[in-house]
Structures are given as C-alpha cells and as structure tokens.
C-alpha cells in the first residue's frame, strides 16, 4: 500500500514563511511526479507547484516567485517552500504523486491527507 505522510502546516502570519513536506511510503516501482494542491473553503482544489523526477517544474500563478517546490529522490520526499505568505493562501494543502506500482504499469495519483495552512495575524 502506497501512502503519502504530509507535515508542516500550521499557524502563520501575513509575510511569514512554512515548509511543507511529504514523504512516500510503501512498495512500488517508480515515481513520475510530486506534487502539491490547495483547496480553500468553497472553492475548487488547484494545483500550487509539480516537480518531476527530472527536476521540471510547474507552478500556480498565484504562488509563481513566493513559493518553491524541490524534489528528495533518495528520501522519497517532496517539500514546498512558502515566503510571503498571505491570508488568501489559507487552505488545505493536499500531496500528490504519480506513482507507477510495477514496470510497464500506467502511473496512477496518489493523494495525501492533508494538512491545514492558516495565514492569520
């Protein structure tokens, strides 16, 4: 069984800073891609920031120059970088990866649980 184990989230200020991580546990094959998405109350879930296992990454215009995403292979582990945080960044951040179980397998998503990032004085 594959699972993805978030950590970081939490109470913040305007303008501060919090490092999110996730780490992947279990037996597989490989990874393509991690990830992270955000779903604030009443609203859609959206993607924040992807890294690829090659280092290409992809990130949300509304985070594009606050936040930064990087990639552990060894680890298993992705983590997010957040500066300059601001209220309207309140959300549950969720981990994804595409995880392929065996060779020649499709990749299929994984998602974490989540965890709560409140931006609040």
């Known amino acids: 069984q594959v699972q993805l184990v978030e950590s970081g989230g939490g109470l913040v200020q305007p303008g501060g800073s919090l490092r999110l991580s996730c780490a992947v546990s279990?037996?597989?094959?490989?990874?393509?891609?991690m990830g992270w998405y955000r779903q604030a109350p009443g609203k859609e879930r959206e993607l924040v920031a992807a890294i690829s296992t090659g280092g290409i990454t992809n990130y949300g215009d509304s985070v594009k120059g606050r936040f930064t995403v990087s990639g552990d292979n060894a680890k298993k582990t992705v983590y997010l970088q957040m500066n300059s945080l601001k209220p309207e960044d309140t959300a549950d951040y969720y981990c994804?990866?595409?995880?392929?179980?065996?060779?020649?397998?499709?990749?299929?998503?994984?998602w974490g649980q989540g965890t709560l990032v409140t931006v609040s004085s």
């Open positions: 994804n990866a595409h995880i392929r179980r065996r060779y020649g397998d499709a990749y299929r998503e994984v």
């Open positions: 279990g037996t597989f094959f490989s990874i393509d891609a």
